[in-house]
């Protein structure tokens, strides 16, 4: 089984500063990893994966992560940030082959101030 | 954009009463998967199909939940009967497996379930 932790459930940062949103999984199979972004009464938006290849990983919005196996983590990070990137974000893990079934974190709310 | 589609997006109703949502997977998807959002719990996984069929529904309620994928464009989730702590958000997503090749889930808007 696999499982994912957040550490933050809450960071607030100021428009234009960079920001980073922990993740870390724990898993005895190799993983695939996502962020998605939920803005208020909608559902989850993809914003990036990793399933294999380059340990950097871009999506969409200007977001990117970076896959270390090492350290089982998959931060998110964005070198500017803008008031519309308020949201909550999920980092969920899926076992590599395992069918899509995917378990998620408890969430970080990103809360960006001017 | 291909788009998963829920019906209906806000519900209210008594204790006891039957409660039925409704999922259209986007077209070609074969993988169709229902989640519960709730503030304590988060976001659960209570059921899943691939090719209409049920592969995992160990995350929900036996006794008074039922999923079912009467054909590929309708997932449904039924609650019966009704319990004030069935209140929450449900989402479904659908997705595509080839293989082994997984592909990301896309997340419908969500039903907003309140049981008075």
């Known amino acids: 089984a696999q499982s994912v932790t957040q550490l933050d459930s809450q960071v607030p940062v100021f428009e234009e500063a960079p920001v980073e949103l922990r993740c870390n999984y724990s898993s005895s199979v190799s993983v695939y990893l996502f962020w998605y972004v939920q803005y208020p009464n909608q559902g989850l938006q993809l914003l990036l994966k990793?399933?294999?290849?380059?340990?950097l990983v871009k999506g969409i919005n200007g977001f990117e992560a970076e896959f270390n196996k090492s350290q089982t983590s998959f931060h998110l990070r964005k070198p500017s940030v803008h008031i519309s990137d308020t949201a909550e974000y999920f980092c969920?893990?899926?076992?590599?082959?395992?069918?899509?079934?995917?378990?998620f974190g408890t969430g970080t709310q990103l809360k960006v101030e001017l | 954009d291909a788009r998963v589609t829920q019906t209906p997006r806000h519900k209210v109703t008594e204790m006891g009463q039957e409660v039925t949502m409704r999922c259209q997977p986007i077209l070609g998807h074969n993988t169709v998967f229902w989640y519960r959002q709730t503030m304590m719990q988060g976001l659960e996984l209570l059921a899943y199909f691939r090719n209409r069929a049920p592969l995992d529904d160990s995350g929900m309620p036996k006794d008074r939940f039922s999923a079912e994928m009467p054909d590929a464009t309708l997932a449904t989730l039924k609650i019966q009967p009704s319990e004030p702590r069935d209140s929450a958000v449900y989402f479904c997503a659908s997705g595509f497996i080839a293989g082994s090749r997984d592909q990301p889930q896309h997340f419908g808007d969500g039903t907003r379930l309140s049981i008075l």
């Open positions: 969920a893990v899926s076992a590599a082959g395992g069918g899509n079934k995917l378990t």
């Open positions: 990793y399933l294999s290849g380059s340990t």
